[in-house]
Structures are given as structure tokens and as C-alpha cells.
């Protein structure tokens, strides 16, 4: 555990909603895309109109956008807690882009950006997580996170194993057409659930992307290879017809 959640380890985390004061809540999201190195560019560029996406669909009202130097876990988590202590909101949606392992999602550097510890600050909420999630031992450990009987998580998108990623340098040579297209792949993993999909209906969605990208025809193998496995391994974890609430 870092030295920044040692210090606040013993934050209370009960819901605002349990303090008879509290009224009125605002629903809200998070959005966290850093780009670390070739692979991750890619995702980073294409996370750039997922808060224009939230904010026009109407289901949240705040979007918190933790971009390049703010996508840390510091600032994370203090926009979530404060956020969600001061501000009366909860947030019910998170869409991360980050390398992964089993411990969460990761800074290029190896420092931890997502963690169970923050995971807590969400209110039943689904995640989308553009990582490669190993085993899936993280999303697992997630979706099992209650406070005061409240489920922090009810589901997770994302990929088992690798999220596969060809590095944009190759695309300026052989693809020039696809990191658009692979933009719009990832788009649907908010725009899919934003419609009113479910969880599950979300995943079959993405799924559907991927392997519409193998009919554009100036794709390269390589690049049918990503795309054919990245169709292989989005899943989900936690409750299949969960929704944004």
C-alpha cells in the first residue's frame, strides 16, 4: 500500500447518502487515460471524447476527467473522495485506460493508479477498464467491495489477459485509416451503455467492433490479429445486466 492510502486507510467510507442531511445527490463520473508509451497513445487519443459522450447523454451531472498528469492515484482518489464528501455526489461510473495486472491499474512507471482502496469510492457502479487484466483477479476482488451493505462496484468491462494495442507508428506506415476506426471502438464501450445496454449486451457490442474491423480492407495481419483477439477476451465480471444507473 502506498504511503499516501496508509494515510488514508482510516477515511470513512459510508455512503453521504446515510447522513439525513444530505438531500440532494448529483450522479457522477470519472474518466482516467494516461499516455505512457506507443501502445497507450493510441487509447489515450481515443478517450477524448468519452466525457463529451457522458456529458451529453444526460445520466450523470459531473464529469471528473483525470488526463496525462492528473491520471495518478493521488488525484484520483482525491477527486472521487472529495468529491463524493463534499459535493454530495456518487459516482456511478468509471472508465479507466492504464497498463494492468493483478494488484489493478498501473502508471508506466509501475506505481499504482487504481487499487481496491479507491475502488471504495464508487456506488454501485459499472467500470470499463481498457487494461490487460491477467488473470482477472483485480475485477474479481473488485465487484466483492461493499461499505455498510452498499455494493461499491456491481460490474466490470474489460479485458482478460491483454487488451491488444498496435504501436501508432505502425499505423502511419501500413494503416493510415485505422487509429480512427480504432477510436470508435472504444468509444462504444461507453456509447453501447449509454444507449441502454446492459453489461453483458455491451460486451457482445464491443465484441461486434472488433470484428467489424476486420472487414475494413486496407488492414494489415498484424493489425486483424489485434483485433481478432481483442474480440477473444472482452468480458465482464460482477452482475451480466447491470446498467448505468
Given at each position: ?193 449509454l444507449a441502454g445496454k446492459s453489461v453483458v449486451e455491451t460486451v457482445e ?31 465482464s465480471w460482477g452482475e451480466p445486466k447491470a446498467k448505468i444507473p
Amino acid at each position: 500500500m502506498s504511503t499516501f492510502l496508509r494515510a488514508n486507510h482510516d477515511i470513512d467510507h459510508t455512503s453521504p447518502t446515510e447522513d439525513p442531511k444530505v438531500t440532494l445527490m448529483s450522479r457522477a463520473a470519472i474518466v482516467v487515460a494516461a499516455s505512457h508509451d506507443g501502445p497507450t497513445k493510441l487509447v489515450r487519443k481515443a478517450a477524448d471524447r468519452i466525457p463529451d459522450l457522458l456529458r451529453k447523454a444526460g445520466v450523470v451531472q459531473d464529469v471528473v476527467v483525470c488526463f496525462d498528469s492528473k491520471a495518478n492515484l493521488r488525484n484520483v482518489y482525491t477527486e472521487l473522495y472529495t468529491k463524493r464528501r463534499k459535493k454530495n455526489s456518487v459516482f456511478t461510473f468509471g472508465f479507466f485506460a492504464a497498463h494492468g495486472s493483478e494488484k489493478g491499474l498501473h502508471e508506466r512507471s509501475g506505481r499504482l493508479l487504481l487499487e481496491l482502496q479507491t475502488c471504495r469510492q464508487f456506488d454501485k457502479a459499472v467500470l470499463v477498464l481498457c487494461s490487460c487484466l491477467k488473470t482477472g483477479k483485480f475485477p474479481e476482488k473488485v465487484i466483492e467491495l461493499h461499505i455498510e451493505g452498499r455494493r461499491c462496484v456491481r460490474a466490470v468491462i474489460g479485458y482478460e489477459e491483454k487488451m491488444g494495442v498496435v504501436n501508432p507508428s505502425f499505423f502511419n506506415r501500413f494503416d493510415p485509416g485505422y487509429p480512427k476506426a480504432f477510436g470508435e471502438v472504444i468509444e462504444c464501450h461507453v456509447s453501447a451503455l449509454l444507449a441502454g445496454k446492459s453489461v453483458v449486451e455491451t460486451v457482445e457490442a464491443i465484441r461486434k467492433e472488433w470484428y467489424q474491423l476486420l472487414t475494413y480492407r486496407h488492414l494489415s495481419q498484424r493489425s486483424r490479429l489485434v483485433c481478432s483477439y481483442n474480440a477473444g477476451k472482452i468480458r465482464s465480471w460482477g452482475e451480466p445486466k447491470a446498467k448505468i444507473p
